[in-house]
Structures are given as structure tokens and as C-alpha cells.
């Protein structure tokens, strides 16, 4: 029976994902994303041109869904070039998010997207690519892609990966979802909920070794160096810096702007495109700087800053008395904690943000609250900016958790000193 279901899963998946594919091909003249998507495909084997596996080299393939996978690997990128010197790794993305800021990363041989999760795509990129091993980062589990794998018999391991009971694997009917788990040869998972739950289906190569985004904020911590812009708008004033921030977050706590702000303000939105700031610019109660125009002559006096480009929150937290990270008021996904918590910030979020282990622990911890209305935001919001204790006490809860569950990339580095020559 289950390998019944399993065979049915294989033939209903190739046939949607056939189906899907002929209308995508049918749509694309009427839309830019659709064509963005093919052209991204198509410029695979642009990327790999001038990739070769040498004799005697190891090549590790890492798939990562986008920028917040890579910046969680990142650690162990650099630790593979420091333990592995003879190895090369290739990454790739799904999302144009992490393609377009890293395409160019040094800790790579060479850098491009997933192929589309078809036979003849998959086999092309593996006989180009010729793979020791492949690692997912969290939750990439593509059919095709894992079933092409292992017929190869190189192996696959799951990095960071989390699992709940809700999910379709440890249904009494998974619908071959189970046997795409059976074919990783080895889990990291984050917590021992997910070991227990793989160990029930009879999935028992795993290890509890916590999350690479420890050691990665960590470092990135380490590394900071201060924003002239931002010394420039803050001066000597408390600050506010909400992180990744969606409509539904701003809706949370903009009710509580006004002339007289008690302190500055920076947002950082998770969309930064053109259309997105100028709706945030327009739904703000009270005039708002923003980073890439930024003139101290101006803007110094104003309350609020808007962050309008990527790859600046991550050190920008560094300059912060409390923080918000968004996400959690909506449906999108709570978005990145640890990278304000490393600093030692007291970290407020949305209500929906119980699929996160690290919110979770991080509010058992005490130095994080979850709030559900603009009510609730303001009585945390006002103790935090009036009791200085309370507030260093809460960023030091954070940042001595984080030091506490650092060192996974050290443990996965040594599994792979007994599976590879170093």
C-alpha cells in the first residue's frame, strides 16, 4: 500500500508540475515575472561556464531557498574552506532575493539557480556539477530533485531543518511525502521535537545540533561596524528599529506617531522596491527620512528613518535600544529575531509566531514579547523606553541565549570530517 501511494504521488506531482510548466510557457508573453523566472532558469548554464571538478576534488552542493538560507550557512561555507581546502562548493538559489545579492560570493566556486525539478534538468546540472554530496537548508525537500539524487547515490543531508506534527510526513497518509524524507541520508535538525518526530516514521539518522543562525549572527555581530547615516539621524536619542516590516506591522504601532516622539525610529521594510516605499512614505502619520537621500542638514531633526534598500538591517541593529521584527501580524512568516537579539536588544514581535522554536525559546528566555494589538504594543513599547533596567535586562536575556547555542557549524563540520578526506 504505501508504495501504492508513493507511486501515485511520483505520477501526480510530474503531472501537475508538466501542467503547470505548459501554462507558465502559455503565460509568460503576458507576464514579467513568469519570463524573469524562465530567464533565471535559463542562465544556469551561463553561471557554470568556467566550473570544473578537478581530479581528487570534493564538491559539496548547497541548495539554499533564498538570502535568509545563505546568510544561515554562511558560517559553514567558511569553515569548509578552512577544513576542506580542497573542496568546492556550488550554491544554489531558488529566489532571485539571495541570487541577485550573492551571485558574486567568494565563499563559492560557482553560484546559480535550481534547476527546474524535472529528470532532464536535474541530470543535466548533476553531470555538469558532479556533486559529493548535496545539503538542503531547511525545508527544500523537491521531489524530482531528491529522487535524481539518490539514484546516484550521492548522498543528501538536511541542514537547520525543523518539523511539526502538522506536516503531511507524519500523517497516517502521506502520500510519498514520508519516502522523499527516507531518501536524506542524514538530518541537523534544530530541536529534539524534530528528532522525536523523525524517529517515529523510522527516519533515525539524526542529530540535534541547534541552528547554524546562532554562529552566524554571532559573527556578524563581531564584524559590525557603525553607520555614519545612522549616528548622524540618532545622535544621542533612544532608538527604535523595526526590522523586515510588512503593512500589517505598521499598522501596529504607526497609531503611536506623532511630533513628540518619546524616541527615533528606523524602519527597515521587508520590500524595498519603488511602489513599497512610497506606500510606506504615505501611510506614515509624520515626515520620514530615507537612507539613500539621506542629508543630516535635513533629515537629522526628523523621527523616523526609512532603510530603502537590502543589506543594511543585519549591522543597523547594532545601533538600537529595542527592536521590532516584522512578520509576525500577518501571514508572511516572522522574519529574522536573532539578528537584533545578538546585540543585546529587547525584541518585541506579532502574534503569529509559533512555527519559530527560536521565538519560542526566546520569550521562555525573557527577553522577547509577542503583542496582538497597538494596546499591547504601547504599554511594552512605554516600559521599555521608561525603565532602562528592564531594558538592558531583557537584551542581555537575548544575547546570552544566543552565545549559549552557538557551535552547530563546528558539529556538522565534524560529521563531515568522517565522510570526506580533509
Given at each position: 500500500?504505501?508504495?501504492?501511494?508513493?507511486?501515485?504521488f511520483?505520477?501526480?506531482?510530474?503531472?501537475?508540475?508538466?501542467?503547470?510548466?505548459?501554462?507558465?510557457k502559455?503565460?509568460?508573453?503576458?507576464?514579467?515575472k513568469i519570463r524573469?523566472?524562465?530567464?533565471?532558469?535559463?542562465?544556469?548554464?551561463?553561471?557554470?561556464?568556467?566550473?570544473?571538478?578537478?581530479?581528487?576534488?570534493?564538491?559539496?552542493?548547497?541548495?539554499?531557498?533564498?538570502?535568509?538560507?545563505?546568510?544561515?550557512?554562511?558560517?559553514?561555507?567558511?569553515e569548509?574552506?578552512?577544513?576542506?581546502?580542497?573542496?568546492?562548493?556550488?550554491?544554489?538559489?531558488?529566489?532571485?532575493?539571495?541570487?541577485?545579492i550573492f551571485?558574486?560570493?567568494?565563499?563559492?566556486?560557482?553560484?546559480s539557480?535550481?534547476?527546474?525539478?524535472?529528470?532532464?534538468?536535474?541530470?543535466?546540472?548533476?553531470?555538469?556539477?558532479?556533486?559529493?554530496?548535496?545539503?538542503?537548508?531547511?525545508?527544500?525537500?523537491?521531489?524530482?530533485l531528491?529522487?535524481?539524487?539518490?539514484?546516484?547515490?550521492?548522498?543528501?543531508y538536511?541542514?537547520?531543518?525543523t518539523?511539526?506534527?502538522?506536516?503531511?510526513?507524519?500523517?497516517?497518509?502521506?502520500?510519498?511525502m514520508?519516502?522523499?524524507?527516507k531518501?536524506?541520508?542524514h538530518f541537523?535538525?534544530?530541536?529534539q521535537?524534530?528528532?522525536n518526530?523523525l524517529?517515529?516514521?523510522?527516519?533515525n539518522?539524526?542529530?540535534?545540533?541547534?541552528?547554524?543562525?546562532?554562529?552566524?549572527?554571532?559573527?556578524?555581530a563581531?564584524?559590525?561596524?557603525?553607520h555614519?547615516?545612522?549616528e548622524?539621524?540618532?545622535?544621542d536619542?533612544?532608538?527604535c528599529i523595526?526590522?523586515?516590516?510588512?503593512?500589517?506591522?505598521h499598522?501596529?504601532?504607526?497609531?503611536?506617531f506623532?511630533?513628540?516622539?518619546?524616541?527615533?525610529?528606523?524602519?527597515?521594510?521587508?520590500?524595498?522596491?519603488?511602489?513599497?516605499?512610497?506606500?510606506?512614505e504615505?501611510s506614515?502619520?509624520?515626515?520620514?527620512?530615507k537612507?539613500?537621500?539621506?542629508?543630516?542638514?535635513?533629515?537629522?531633526?526628523k523621527?523616523v528613518?526609512?532603510?530603502?534598500?537590502?543589506?543594511?538591517l543585519?549591522?543597523?541593529?547594532?545601533?538600537?535600544?529595542?527592536?521590532?521584527?516584522g512578520?509576525?501580524?500577518?501571514?508572511?512568516g516572522l522574519?529574522?529575531?536573532?539578528?537584533?537579539?545578538?546585540?543585546?536588544?529587547?525584541?518585541?514581535?506579532?502574534?503569529?509566531?509559533?512555527?519559530y522554536?527560536?521565538?519560542n525559546?526566546?520569550?521562555?528566555?525573557?527577553g522577547?514579547?509577542?503583542?496582538?494589538?497597538?494596546?499591547e504594543?504601547?504599554?511594552?513599547?512605554?516600559?521599555?523606553?521608561?525603565?532602562?533596567?528592564w531594558?538592558?535586562?531583557?537584551?542581555?536575556?537575548?544575547?546570552?541565549?544566543?552565545?549559549?547555542?552557538?557551535?552547530?557549524?563546528?558539529?556538522?563540520?565534524?560529521?563531515?570530517?568522517t565522510?570526506?578526506?580533509?
Amino acid at each position: 500500500m504505501k508504495y501504492f501511494y508513493h507511486q501515485m504521488f511520483n505520477a501526480l506531482y510530474s503531472f501537475l508540475f508538466a501542467l503547470v510548466y505548459l501554462l507558465a510557457k502559455l503565460l509568460s508573453p503576458f507576464s514579467s515575472k513568469i519570463r524573469d523566472f524562465f530567464a533565471q532558469r535559463n542562465s544556469i548554464a551561463k553561471d557554470l561556464t568556467h566550473f570544473k571538478k578537478e581530479k581528487g576534488q570534493t564538491v559539496f552542493w548547497f541548495h539554499t531557498a533564498s538570502m535568509g538560507e545563505f546568510e544561515q550557512i554562511k558560517p559553514l561555507l567558511e569553515e569548509i574552506k578552512i577544513s576542506f581546502p580542497n573542496a568546492q562548493s556550488v550554491i544554489t538559489f531558488f529566489s532571485p532575493s539571495g541570487y541577485d545579492i550573492f551571485k558574486s560570493s567568494p565563499l563559492a566556486s560557482a553560484i546559480s539557480y535550481l534547476p527546474l525539478d524535472r529528470s532532464k534538468d536535474l541530470k543535466n546540472y548533476l553531470n555538469k556539477v558532479q556533486p559529493d554530496a548535496l545539503f538542503l537548508v531547511k525545508y527544500e525537500f523537491w521531489p524530482n530533485l531528491l529522487k535524481t539524487v539518490h539514484q546516484r547515490n550521492i548522498p543528501i543531508y538536511s541542514i537547520s531543518s525543523t518539523f511539526r506534527k502538522e506536516q503531511l510526513f507524519f500523517k497516517s497518509i502521506s502520500f510519498g511525502m514520508r519516502t522523499l524524507l527516507k531518501k536524506v541520508n542524514h538530518f541537523f535538525v534544530l530541536n529534539q521535537s524534530s528528532k522525536n518526530l523523525l524517529n517515529k516514521i523510522s527516519i533515525n539518522d539524526v542529530e540535534v545540533i541547534g541552528d547554524t543562525r546562532f554562529d552566524r549572527v554571532l559573527a556578524n555581530a563581531k564584524s559590525a561596524k557603525k553607520h555614519t547615516i545612522l549616528e548622524e539621524f540618532l545622535g544621542d536619542q533612544l532608538c527604535c528599529i523595526a526590522g523586515s516590516t510588512w503593512p500589517e506591522d505598521h499598522a501596529l504601532f504607526f497609531p503611536l506617531f506623532n511630533k513628540k516622539m518619546p524616541c527615533k525610529w528606523i524602519i527597515a521594510p521587508h520590500k524595498v522596491d519603488k511602489d513599497a516605499i512610497t506606500q510606506l512614505e504615505k501611510s506614515l502619520p509624520i515626515p520620514a527620512a530615507k537612507w539613500t537621500t539621506f542629508d543630516p542638514n535635513k533629515d537629522a531633526s526628523k523621527s523616523v528613518l526609512i532603510i530603502d534598500c537590502i543589506g543594511i538591517l543585519s549591522t543597523a541593529y547594532l545601533h538600537g535600544d529595542i527592536a521590532y521584527v516584522g512578520g509576525g501580524m500577518g501571514t508572511k512568516g516572522l522574519h529574522n529575531t536573532l539578528e537584533a537579539a545578538v546585540f543585546g536588544l529587547p525584541v518585541i514581535i506579532g502574534k503569529n509566531y509559533h512555527r519559530y522554536p527560536e521565538a519560542n525559546l526566546l520569550i521562555e528566555n525573557g527577553g522577547m514579547t509577542s503583542v496582538k494589538s497597538t494596546e499591547e504594543f504601547a504599554s511594552i513599547y512605554q516600559q521599555l523606553i521608561t525603565n532602562k533596567e528592564w531594558r538592558k535586562k531583557q537584551g542581555m536575556a537575548n544575547q546570552n541565549f544566543i552565545k549559549t547555542h552557538q557551535g552547530a557549524t563546528e558539529k556538522i563540520i565534524s560529521f563531515l570530517k568522517t565522510q570526506f578526506e580533509t
